[in-house]
Nanobody
Framework: QVQLVESGGGLVQAGGSLRLSCAASGRTFSTYTMGWFRQAPGKEREFLAAITWRHIITNYANSVKGRFTISRDNVKNTVYLQMNSLKPEDTAVYYC??????????????????WGQGTQVTVSS
């Protein structure tokens, strides 16, 4: 059974930092790109960043480029999202996801294969 388990969310003041982690288990992820999304109340789920398994290709949404950094540890099957210079508008539930990517691309998927349960990030002003 595939599981993606996020951790690291919490409450932080504007300008602060958080690092989210996503531990993946239950299958081999060597052909899966992994990424982060978020969903704020009343808004659609938003793509943030993705990272490939091989050759470490990354892709970021414009809204977080330069502030957020995605990375992964293939030995630990864990993906991270380092979030700096946080703003109140970053408040949302953050989700980890994995999708089959045989061509090893970091583009946002039309459909993801696996999702985590989400972790709340709240940025106070």
């Amino acid at each position: 059974q595939v599981q993606l388990v996020e951790s690291g969310g919490g409450l932080v003041q504007a300008g602060g930092s958080l690092r989210l982690s996503c531990a993946a288990s239950g299958r081999t992820f060597s052909t899966y790109t992994m990424g982060w999304f978020r969903q704020a109340p009343g808004k659609e789920r938003e793509f943030l960043a993705a990272i490939t398994w091989r050759h470490i290709i990354t892709n970021y949404a414009n809204s977080v480029k330069g502030r957020f950094t995605i990375s992964r540890d293939n030995v630990k099957n864990t993906v991270y999202l380092q979030m700096n210079s946080l703003k109140p508008e970053d408040t949302a539930v953050y989700y980890c996801s994995a999708w089959f990517s045989p061509l090893n691309t970091a583009t946002m998927p039309s459909v993801s294969d696996y999702w985590g349960q989400g972790t709340q990030v709240t940025v106070s002003s």
